[in-house]
């Protein structure tokens, strides 16, 4: 039983990383909308570290090459160095 527990909470691991990803798109996309304004130092530096490996979504495209790279770079930890010394949220283990 714990075996197979195991297998699916993997499987949801991997579906919660790519939501997020999708989110991460879809932030980046949607900061885009509002140029020439800009966000923070450390926000728009994700969005550029981002739009490295997926870019602007300009016309309809097939877009898994794209979740899977932001997918890639936020399990990798590189888009959180991409803020810099902003602190992220945690859990309070006590």
């Known amino acids: 039983?714990?075996?197979?527990?195991?297998?699916?909470?993997?499987?949801?691991?991997q579906n919660a990383l790519n939501v997020v990803a999708i989110e991460?798109?879809?932030?980046?996309?949607?900061i885009e909308f509002h140029a020439p304004l800009t966000s923070?130092?450390?926000l728009e530096d994700v969005r550029a570290r981002l739009r490295r490996v997926a870019p602007r979504l300009e016309e309809d495209r097939f877009?898994?090459?794209?979740?899977?790279?932001a997918?890639?770079?936020?399990?990798?930890?590189?888009?959180?160095?991409?803020a810099?010394?902003?602190?992220?949220p945690?859990?309070?283990p006590t």
């Open 24 to 30: 991460a798109l879809a932030a980046a996309q949607a």
């Open 84 to 88: 810099g010394g902003v602190r992220w």
């Open 71 to 82: 997918a890639t770079l936020i399990a990798s930890g590189e888009l959180a160095d991409a």
């Open 63 to 69: 877009l898994h090459p794209d979740i899977a790279a």
């Open 1 to 13: 039983m714990a075996a197979h527990g195991a297998r699916r909470l993997a499987a949801m691991a």
């Open 90 to 92: 945690e859990l309070d």
């Open 40 to 42: 923070s130092a450390a």
